[in-house]
């Protein structure tokens, strides 16, 4: 019995310990987003969304803006993808400036770490 519990803690810990990690806060989320022409890899077509594929793969994205993705992505049509070893999370630039904790990156802003 011991060893289930001893289990059972070690479990917990390390899951607290992989959501609190500041990577892990910080990517770019993987959610459905609004259809520009065709959607990106990791992604399927719903109406008027691409929606994420259950795969476990798919990397989080953004729609691309101009001809340029922000630091740590890389184009995928309309899109730019996070890159693998990408931990931060990126939204487009409204105006000239970045809110306070993000950084410009061309078109886009950068969550600082």
């Known amino acids: 019995m011991p060893t289930r519990l001893w289990s059972f ?4 810990v390390t899951s607290v310990l992989v959501a609190a ?3 892990a806060l910080a990517q770019q989320p993987v959610r459905p987003l609004p259809k520009v022409g065709g959607c990106p890899l990791g992604y399927y077509a719903s109406g008027s969304y691409c929606v994420p594929s259950t795969s476990g793969n798919t990397r989080g994205a953004i729609e691309k ?3 340029s993705c922000p630091l740590g992505f890389y184009a995928s049509g309309n899109y730019c993808l996070s890159s693998p070893s990408n931990d931060r999370e990126a939204i487009q630039k409204t105006g000239k400036s970045c809110p306070l904790g993000w950084f410009s990156s061309g078109s ?6």
Do not use: M, Q
């Open 65 to 67: 803006t101009g001809n």
């Open 21 to 23: 990690s500041p990577a």
């Open 108 to 113: 886009y802003c950068l969550k600082s770490r």
């Open 9 to 12: 803690a070690a479990a917990a």
